[in-house]
């Protein structure tokens, strides 16, 4: 039950301040929202898709290691 008669109440500044305090609140979640989108799983890029596949081809033998390496190399860009 607010007390209109107490002469001690915060006026227009407490006002003020309250709408300053939800702003800073509506901001940090906003904050926090954007922070935790970026740390959700990301898709692979299709550079590691291919280097996967390229793994995965070694390890069945369908490729000989100098064939594997030189198209690890051709993925990494290492030359």
Request: glycine share 12%; proline share 8%; charged share 25%.
């Amino acid at each position: 039950m607010p007390y209109w008669h107490y002469p001690g109440t915060m006026g227009w500044a407490g006002g003020i301040g309250m709408l300053v305090l939800m702003a800073l609140i509506l901001s940090a979640l906003a904050a926090l929202a954007v922070v935790l989108a970026r740390r959700g799983p990301r898709p692979p890029s299709p550079g590691e898709h291919a280097r996967r596949i390229l793994d995965e081809r070694f390890a069945r033998g369908e490729i000989d290691q100098e064939e594997y390496e030189r198209r690890r190399d051709a993925l990494t860009g290492a030359g």
